[in-house]
């Protein structure tokens, strides 16, 4: 199984990085405008989500107990609007790998404080020297992507 969740996985990261580089054009087209660009693929995502979620749940049974549940569970939305219009914003100005970068390295970092404190209800995953160790190693590839050709030509 853990196979395929690592596929799925590797899958979204294709689709951030596609989505990244369509949503930029789709921005460009709209008078450069990431605003727009965003509001336009949340629509078309919400609509297709919309369909999928007839077709294969009971929408309206469970949408009767959203005021049974604490306002920070609906913030999700939110912080996926954020994410998509920095994508937006950001792709052309900085390249969508640098972008990545900067991204993956937020999210490693937050995902270790929460998986070590179990934010969030979240279970607990302590970090321990080998996770430091991974991401230091994450952090000097970094290191070495943005600044390794300033380095060679110190070093030459």
Not at 28 to 50: D, V
Not at 72 to 88: D, H
Not at 93 to 100: E, V
């Amino acid at each position: 199984m853990f196979i395929l969740y690592t596929l799925i996985a590797l899958a979204a990261g294709v689709a951030l990085a596609s989505q990244a580089a369509i949503n930029s054009q789709l921005a460009k087209a709209m008078g450069n405008e990431p605003l727009i660009a965003t509001f336009i693929s949340f629509s078309t995502g919400a609509l297709l989500l919309l369909v999928l979620t007839l077709i294969k749940t009971d929408l309206f049974a469970n949408l009767s107990t959203v005021t049974q549940h604490s306002w920070w569970k609906f913030i999700g939305g939110a912080l996926g609007v954020l994410v998509v219009f920095t994508t937006i914003l950001l792709s052309p100005k900085m390249g969508i790998t640098n972008m990545l970068f900067f991204i993956i390295v937020g999210q490693l970092i937050t995902a270790m404080i929460i998986d070590h404190y179990g934010l969030i209800n979240m279970p607990v995953r302590e970090v321990n020297v080998f996770k430091l160790i991974g991401l230091s190693i994450v952090g000097l590839g970094l290191v070495t992507f943005f600044f390794g050709d300033k380095l060679m030509k110190l070093w030459s």
